[in-house]
């Protein structure tokens, strides 16, 4: 488990890992799918072998090695998110 945070030219935002492996990150620069921090941040997540996750409004699917990004995401579907990857067991990994 761990905390990573950007804060330069390019990106300004922060990643989480936790226990089950997956990564969650949150971005909200100019060069993000965000209104730069204002009210939205861009939203990614992979799990522990690196394949990427989108969540569907009920679960997450594993869209592989697909770079899919959550776009405007308000402070609340920031928090959903996190709380909805913790939950991930490490088998569905």
Same mark, same amino acid.
């Given at each position: 488990?761990?905390?990573?945070?950007?804060?330069?030219?390019?990106?300004?935002?922060?990643?989480?890992?936790?226990?089950? %492996?997956?990564?969650?990150?949150?971005? *909200?620069?100019?060069? &993000?799918?965000? @209104?730069? +921090?204002?009210? #939205?941040?861009?939203?990614?997540?992979?799990? %522990?072998?690196?394949?990427?996750?989108? *969540?569907?409004?009920? &679960?997450?699917? @594993?869209? +592989?090695?697909? #770079?899919?990004?959550?776009?405007?995401?308000?402070?609340?579907?920031?928090?959903?998110?996190?709380?909805?990857?913790?939950?991930?067991?490490?088998?569905?990994?």
């Amino acid at each position: 488990m761990n905390f990573k945070a950007e804060n330069n030219e390019i990106h300004h935002g922060f990643q989480m890992t936790f226990q089950n %492996g997956c990564t969650i990150s949150v971005q *909200f620069s100019k060069f &993000n799918y965000s @209104d730069q +921090g204002k009210t #939205t941040a861009e939203v990614a997540a992979w799990d %522990g072998k690196g394949s990427w996750l989108l *969540f569907d409004d009920i &679960n997450w699917i @594993d869209i +592989g090695d697909a #770079t899919e990004v959550m776009s405007k995401c308000t402070p609340d579907d920031v928090a959903m998110l996190i709380s909805e990857l913790v939950k991930l067991k490490n088998e569905q990994q």
